[in-house]
Structures are given as structure tokens and as C-alpha cells.
């Protein structure tokens, strides 16, 4: 090997180091949330952490709350009820017109209940996403 060659480094250990990292990473995850997670007697549905398998731990904790993840959900139900997704349990669409208008019913009726306590963003996307759902709704043939 002449002096003019880059050497090559082979760091044998990255994984080993990952690994670690990756433990050290999942220790603190848990440490934090033994020590900040403890819930009052409304905050859990009964024992949902308690009885946790192991499946759940390695999961993305779900969004908070929120007015928008409602109705993004309710429109979801709604593309899923359109045979616009396919059903995820069967995998294959299943169009049912009575259930997606109840869930743009829904998303309507959350509209006018908010109706004076919602943001500008809020009423924004109620309108938008129950436009393009009855939109998409009365385009579907029976």
C-alpha cells in the first residue's frame, strides 16, 4: 500500500455500540414514564397499562386528542364505508352507503355542536372534509 492511498478503518465494534445506545434509549423511555405516568383514578381505562403485553411496548404511544384526529378518524371510517380503503380487517373494499353517511352525519353534527368554540383551523377543516365526503359520497353509484 503506497502512502498516497486513503487508509481504510473498519470500526468493528458500531454494532455492538448501537445496541447499547438503543438499551440505554429504552431504559430512559421507561424510567420516564414509571416516573410521570402515574395516572389518576379517570385517566386510564381500567388497567389498560397494568396488563400490557410485550407487543405493546415496542408501539408508538397514539396522538393526543384532539378535535382533528376525531375528525380525521370519522372521515377515514367514512372513506372505508365509500369502498374508497379497503377494509382492514377483510383487506378487500366494502362499500356501505348507510354507514358513511351516518359518519358524515357525525362529522355534521360535531360542526354544529362545536359551532362558536372551534379555531379558524377548526372550521376550516370541517368544512373542507365534509365537502369533499358528500362530494365523493353522492359521485359513488349504488
Do not use: C
Not at 416516573?35 to 389498560?48: E, K, N, Q, W, Y
Not at 365537502?131 to 365523493?136: A, D, T
Amino acid at each position: 500500500m503506497s502512502e498516497d492511498e486513503p487508509k481504510l478503518i473498519i470500526d468493528d465494534d458500531w454494532k455492538e455500540r448501537v445496541q447499547k445506545e438503543k438499551e440505554a434509549a429504552e431504559k430512559a423511555a421507561l424510567e420516564k414514564e414509571a416516573g410521570t405516568s402515574t395516572p389518576s383514578s379517570g385517566d386510564t381505562i381500567s388497567g389498560a397499562s397494568e396488563g400490557s403485553s410485550p407487543q405493546d411496548d415496542d408501539a408508538l404511544p397514539p396522538p393526543p386528542a384532539s378535535l382533528e384526529m376525531l375528525v380525521s378518524m370519522l372521515a377515514s371510517q367514512t372513506l372505508i364505508s365509500l369502498g374508497q380503503i379497503p377494509n382492514p380487517m377483510s383487506g378487500k373494499p366494502e362499500p356501505n352507503k348507510a354507514y358513511a353517511r351516518h359518519y358524515i352525519d357525525t362529522i355534521a353534527m360535531l360542526e354544529e355542536k362545536t359551532k362558536g368554540n372551534v379555531t379558524a383551523e377548526e372550521q376550516q377543516l370541517f368544512s373542507q372534509t365534509l365537502h369533499q365526503l358528500r362530494m365523493l359520497f353522492v359521485s359513488i353509484r349504488s
